[in-house]
Nanobody, 125 residues
Framework: QVQLVDSGGGLVQAGGSLRLSCAASGLPFSSSAMGWFRQAPGKEREFVAVIGWAGRSIDYADSVKGRFTASRDDGKNTLYLQMNSLKPEDTAVYYC??????????????????WGQGTQVTVSS
């Protein structure tokens, strides 16, 4: 049974930092591309970041490039998202997802087969 457990969200002031974690079980984590999506109130879920197996093929949404860093610890089956210089527009529920498969047209920016339960990130101005 695949399980993805998101954690690390919270309330932070603009300019602050948070690190999200996603603990995975029941899937071949080390050989899977894993990613992060987010959903703000009233908006569709959107791609944030993806990291391929062995840390290859890292990609970010333009809105977070240079501020967010995706990483993984295959020994712990855990995915991370370090978020710096947070802005109020980063407020959303963040979800990890995987395994992500390459799809024509979107590459590795599409959703995975499974989702975490989400963790709320709120950035105050």
């Amino acid at each position: 049974q695949v399980q993805l457990v998101d954690s690390g969200g919270g309330l932070v002031q603009a300019g602050g930092s948070l690190r999200l974690s996603c603990a995975a079980s029941g899937l071949p984590f080390s050989s899977s591309a894993m990613g992060w999506f987010r959903q703000a109130p009233g908006k569709e879920r959107e791609f944030v970041a993806v990291i391929g197996w062995a840390g290859r093929s890292i990609d970010y949404a333009d809105s977070v490039k240079g501020r967010f860093t995706a990483s993984r610890d295959d020994g712990k089956n855990t995915l991370y998202l370090q978020m710096n210089s947070l802005k109020p527009e980063d407020t959303a529920v963040y979800y990890c997802t995987g395994p992500i498969r390459f799809r024509v047209g979107v590459g590795l920016r599409g959703p995975g087969d499974y989702w975490g339960q989400g963790t709320q990130v709120t950035v105050s101005s």
